[in-house]
């Protein structure tokens, strides 16, 4: 349909929960603080939201949508990496702007289908 093409309402292409990290700004390190992360990829962009479930419930207003950061896959690069963390199932995201991530999940199949899906967005991005 015309509407599923159209630029203003981009489609959802995947969301759920990962554990991230965000290990470097601008190329700068950062000191590790792991979390559980909701995460939305829509459009060219991954979107995380704060886990509602590690909220409490004063900080949780039903409807609250305001997203923690954004990351614009146009120009990044994902890597699986054994080196940076003691963890398993960990991949790196860096983007343009030299901020990097690590993403995680302890279900291999499902962080799996993540990288494979953020690959190919950068990879439809790159080619455009
Ligand atoms: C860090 C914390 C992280 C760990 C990191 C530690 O300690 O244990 O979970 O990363 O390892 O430095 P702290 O809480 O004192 O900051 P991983 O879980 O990814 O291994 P690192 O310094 O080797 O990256």
Not at 92 to 112: A, D, M, P
Request: aromatic letters at 8%.
């Amino acid at each position: 349909s015309p509407d599923s093409n159209d630029s203003s309402t981009p489609e959802l292409e995947k969301a759920g929960l990962l554990n991230k990290t965000k290990i470097a700004e601008g190329g700068r390190k950062l000191r590790k603080n792991w979390n559980p992360s909701w995460v939305v990829l829509v459009g060219n962009s991954l979107v995380f939201f704060k886990d509602p479930k590690s909220q409490t419930p004063s900080s949780w207003k039903p409807g609250n949508s305001r997203p923690e950061s954004s990351v614009d896959l146009r120009g990044a690069v994902v890597q699986w990496t054994n080196d940076l963390s003691s963890k398993k199932n960990v991949f790196k995201l860096r983007t343009v702007t030299g901020n990097e991530f690590l993403l995680q999940s302890e279900t291999g199949s499902l962080i799996r289908e993540w990288f494979n899906t953020i690959h190919s967005v950068i990879d439809r991005l790159d080619r455009e």
